[in-house]
């Protein structure tokens, strides 16, 4: 999952240890304590009254010295300290490679910049004891600049859900064609699984076909579907699933929604409408991962008409990129909370920021 972005992180790195001398080992306590005697010899010398040593040699290399470069003789003495040393011009290429590596795989341009400028931040003039080798000090910075922007609001949904009061009512929104009714299909077996019961409300009364689709799935999971004739209230169907929840004490209220185009102010109208009537305690951002950029404009449109609480992607097991993953729980500051990662009722997993971080920088 998310190769691609893989590849250009795994990239970014090794430009930075070509940049900054490649990878060094770390200099051993023998080596740093001849260093710091050797130092302390030469402070000493220095502060002679000829300002020479016994052979006269102390001039010669106090010019040697004034000759190099000032990076240079920082770096020598870092490297024999056991240390690091980032600087500007070691990152201002691979800093640019990454940002186009980022905006290639989809990622949205805020977002870009906030890594970039972490990593930046992170890294520019650090000069730290060394671990292990320069890469470590990259993949630390990468690690801690793509958690930042992708663990973004980001809460345990199971006990959200166990400690609201019920019945908890969910309503999804997104495009046409995302798999937004298959993706409540498989919240409502996982909910099962774990003990919640639910019952399925179709707002979706406009599209053709739409209760049919909804039904199968109620049939197949053994179900309750709320549904009014084609052309009904959305918000009067998911009001009537609330009731029936309260009613049979079912735990959550899953409602769909029509297939709302972020630019249709009628559709978004009716989406403000059932946010009122119904108060949902959840309303879900449901598109595909393979979206990219388009995902992201959605999500930050959908999230204007009726504030979400968080997003599913679908089709993330055919998402080489990974930029909406790494973009939608910014740019809206609501958090990713499921991947769809198949066809099946148990292809949903719980979106792990920590665990998408350390797949990208190949720590799995």
């Known amino acids: 999952m998310f190769d691609g972005l893989k590849d250009k992180l795994s990239g970014f790195r090794k430009d930075v240890e070509e940049s900054a001398g490649g990878e060094e080992p770390e200099a051993s306590d023998e080596t740093a ?3 710091s005697a050797a130092a302390s010899d030469n402070s000493t010398d220095a502060g002679s009254p000829t300002g020479e040593d016994a052979d006269g040699s102390d001039a010669a290399e106090s010019d040697e010295t004034g000759d190099a470069d000032p990076s240079t003789f920082q770096r020598a003495k870092a490297f024999a300290t056991g240390r690091i040393i980032i600087e500007e011009e070691d990152l201002e290429e691979p800093l640019w490679d990454l940002e ?8 949205e341009m805020s977002v870009a910049e906030q890594i970039l400028d972490t990593v930046r931040e992170k890294m520019l003039g650090e000069s730290r004891k060394q671990v292990e080798t320069t890469g470590e000090l990259v993949e630390s910075a990468l690690h801690d600049a793509l958690l930042d922007v992708i663990a973004v609001g980001q809460f345990d949904f199971e006990e959200r859900i166990a400690e609201a009061e019920k019945p908890v009512t969910i309503v999804f929104t997104g495009v046409n064609g995302v798999g937004k ?8 077996e996982w909910l099962d699984e774990r003990g919640y019961s639910s019952v399925l409300a179709n707002g979706d009364t406009y599209r053709a076909g739409a209760n049919e689709q909804i039904a199968e799935h109620a049939d197949r999971l053994d179900r309750e579907l709320i549904a009014h004739d084609q052309g009904g209230d959305p918000a009067a169907v998911i009001y009537d699933g609330v009731e029936y929840a309260e009613a049979n004490d079912v735990d959550v209220v899953l409602g769909d929604t029509a297939g709302r185009l972020h630019t249709s102010d009628d559709l978004m109208a ?6 009122r009537v119904v108060d949902p305690d959840m309303t879900l951002f449901v598109d595909e991962a393979v979206a990219g950029q388009d995902a992201v404009n959605r999500a930050k449109e959908f999230n204007d ?6 997003a599913i992607l679908t089709k993330a097991d055919a998402d080489s990129s990974g930029g909406a993953a790494i973009s939608v729980a910014y740019v809206t500051g609501k958090p990713i909370l499921f991947l769809g990662t198949g066809q099946g009722y148990d292809d949903i997993t719980l979106f792990d920021p920590e665990e998408l971080v350390d797949s990208l920088l190949g720590e799995e």
């Open 181 to 188: 009714t298959t993706s409540i299909a498989k919240l409502s």
């Open 270 to 275: 009716q989406l403000e409408k059932i946010d």
């Open 33 to 35: 304590a001849d260093e």
């Open 100 to 107: 186009m590596a980022l905006l290639e795989s989809d990622v």
């Open 305 to 310: 008409a009726a504030e979400i609480d968080g």
